[in-house]
C-alpha cells in the first residue's frame, strides 16, 4: 500500500498534469476560431490598403512588422505608408487560404491574391501568392511578417508522343 506521504506528493502532480493536458488541448479545439479571426483581419488589411486607411491596417500588426515583395524586405512603417499612398485599388479578393500552424501562437495565413489595381501608375501584379505570419502577442493577434510573390503559370508540357 502507498503511504500518506508519498500519496500526499503524487496527488498534486496528478492534477497538475492533467490540467497542463486539458490546457495544451484546449487551445487546438479553438483552431478553427482562430482561423476565420485570421481570415477577416486579412481581408479587413487588404481592404484598408484599398481604400489608404492606414490607421486601421495598422492596428493589426506588430510594431515591428516587415513586408517582402519583389521590391524587397521593408519595414511597415512611415516610409512605407509614403508608398502605399501611390496604391490605387479598384478590386481584390482572397481564394483559397489554407492555414500553418507553427505553435499554439504562431499562425502562417496563405492564400492566392487577385486584384486589379495600380502602383505608381504600373498595373499591380495578379495573381500574386500571399503569406502572413500572425503571432498571439499577449492575447492579440498581429501580423508580423508578410510576403507576396508574383504567380507564374505552370510550363507548358512537352508534345504527347516525344519527337517525331
Do not use: C
Request: aromatic share 10%.
Amino acid at each position: 500500500m502507498l503511504s500518506k506521504k508519498f500519496l500526499t506528493f503524487l496527488l498534486p502532480l496528478i492534477v497538475i498534469a492533467n490540467a497542463g493536458l486539458t490546457f495544451a488541448q484546449a487551445p487546438a479545439a479553438n483552431r478553427a476560431a482562430v482561423e476565420k479571426q485570421l481570415l477577416a483581419t486579412e481581408r479587413a488589411l487588404n481592404d484598408a490598403i484599398a481604400k489608404g486607411d492606414m490607421k486601421t491596417f495598422h492596428s493589426n500588426l506588430a510594431p515591428d512588422a516587415i513586408s517582402m515583395d519583389s521590391g524587397g524586405i521593408m519595414k511597415v512603417d512611415a516610409e512605407f505608408d509614403k508608398m502605399m499612398a501611390s496604391l490605387k485599388m479598384q478590386s481584390w479578393n482572397i481564394d483559397s487560404p489554407q492555414f500553418y500552424w507553427v505553435n499554439d501562437n504562431t499562425v502562417v495565413v496563405m492564400y492566392k491574391w487577385t486584384g486589379k489595381g495600380t502602383y505608381q501608375g504600373q498595373p499591380v501584379p495578379s495573381p500574386t501568392w500571399a503569406s502572413t505570419v500572425w503571432s498571439n502577442k499577449g492575447g492579440k493577434w498581429l501580423a508580423v511578417f508578410h510576403q507576396e510573390s508574383a504567380a507564374m503559370a505552370p510550363p507548358t508540357p512537352p508534345p504527347a508522343g516525344g519527337k517525331k
